[in-house]
């Protein structure tokens, strides 16, 4: 067995965002932020609030290359509303008044449904949803998106965020890793997944060890049991009947499906198959790319190591990974 734990280690610094880049997202953020509120305290309203979302927010965010774009969600929280939705602007309003705010800022700036987006010349762009908090049926505070074709919807980003946040706390950093790791697979070979269905397949399914690669190896046995039970991935969070997956085809089901037994099998031949560490680190690259480091040929594939770590069960299933 290959211990390839220094290698996902040395691979997470590679894909985990710089302290630079993120010190320049955040300026461009914090200027958006004050050319929101200026616009609106001159229009004689009270200034938004906002808040950072998804995976920026939640560190899982991958580092983007060259001829790559990032993105960073900007929640803009309106002030001033009563719960009751009596008296709330259109959602078709609030974009517009977000869009003369922020007018001219750079020159490619586009309104979508559920969001202003400002795209920078540094391969990044940052959306701007737009929410007014509010009752849901039960009386109890959510916030509503607006959505220009779909009226105010329930988005409840915070509530995703404090969920994950809750469950790094219960598995530790290494969720969050496990996490960077999948979206590297999906982002190197273009895999219909998104960060947000990743995040929570990840969550949901992880599998405990001591080491990064049998983590992901697990996790990923155990995420591809489950949607072949039930390919399905509800959000834990209102609105809880949102189905993340439910626009894929059968064809779009078992491509994924294929998909992920090809990334298990390959780590699996890494872990456990490959004489020497080099070798299972060109098995890596292949799934990973190129910012997957190389290893070195003396380290062995090990008999000894193999007995006494080789992991006996996953998802509550004995299992052998070849």
């Known amino acids: 067995m290959n211990d390839l734990s220094n290698l996902f280690s040395a691979f997470n610094k590679k894909i985990v965002l710089t302290d630079t880049y993120k010190e320049n997202i955040r300026r461009g953020r914090e200027a958006l932020r004050e050319k929101i509120n200026a616009s609106y305290i001159d229009n004689g309203l009270s200034a938004p609030?906002?808040?950072?979302?998804?995976?920026?927010?939640?560190?899982?965010?991958?580092?983007?290359?060259?001829?790559?774009?990032?993105?960073?969600?900007?929640?803009?929280?309106?002030?001033?509303?009563?719960?009751?939705?009596?008296?709330?602007?259109?959602?078709?309003?609030?974009?517009?008044?977000?869009?003369?705010?922020?007018?001219?800022?750079?020159?490619?700036?586009?309104?979508?449904?559920?969001?202003?987006?400002?795209?920078?010349?540094?391969?990044?762009?940052?959306?701007?949803?737009?929410?007014?908090?509010?009752?849901?049926?039960?009386?109890?505070?959510?916030?509503?998106?607006?959505?220009?074709?779909?009226?105010?919807?329930?988005?409840?980003?915070?509530?995703?965020?404090?969920?994950?946040?809750?469950?790094?706390?219960?598995?530790?950093?290494?969720?969050?890793?496990?996490?960077?790791?999948?979206?590297?697979?999906?982002y190197h070979n273009s895999i219909n997944l998104k960060g947000i269905t990743i995040t929570i397949l990840a969550s949901e399914c992880f599998y405990s060890d001591d080491n990064d690669s049998l983590i992901l190896l697990g996790t990923i046995t155990n995420i591809i049991d489950r949607l072949e039970d039930d390919f399905t991935c509800y959000k834990p969070v209102r609105p809880k009947n949102e189905d993340l997956l439910s626009s894929y085809t059968y064809h779009e089901q078992q491509n994924l499906l294929e998909d992920l037994k090809t990334l298990k099998n390959k780590i699996n031949d890494a872990i456990y198959d490959s004489p020497n560490e080099r070798e299972a680190s060109e098995v890596l690259r292949e799934l990973f790319g190129s910012r997957f480091p190389l290893g070195n040929r003396e380290n062995k594939n090990g008999e000894d190591y193999l007995k006494t770590n080789q992991p006996e069960s996953v998802g509550g299933k004995n299992r052998h990974y070849a």
């Open 49 to 186: 609030k906002h808040s950072s979302q998804g995976s920026f927010h939640m560190h899982t965010a991958i580092m983007p290359k060259e001829e790559e774009d990032f993105d960073l969600d900007n929640g803009v929280y309106l002030q001033g509303y009563a719960t009751d939705q009596t008296n709330w602007p259109a959602p078709r309003s609030v974009h517009d008044d977000i869009l003369s705010a922020v007018k001219g800022h750079t020159k490619d700036i586009s309104d979508k449904d559920t969001c202003i987006r400002v795209k920078y010349q540094d391969n990044y762009h940052i959306d701007l949803p737009i929410y007014i908090m509010g009752k849901d049926d039960t009386g109890n505070d959510v916030a509503y998106l607006a959505h220009t074709t779909k009226d105010w919807q329930i988005s409840d980003p915070k509530a995703l965020s404090d969920w994950f946040t809750e469950k790094v706390k219960e598995h530790g950093k290494v969720l969050r890793r496990t996490v960077r790791y999948l979206k590297a697979w999906t």
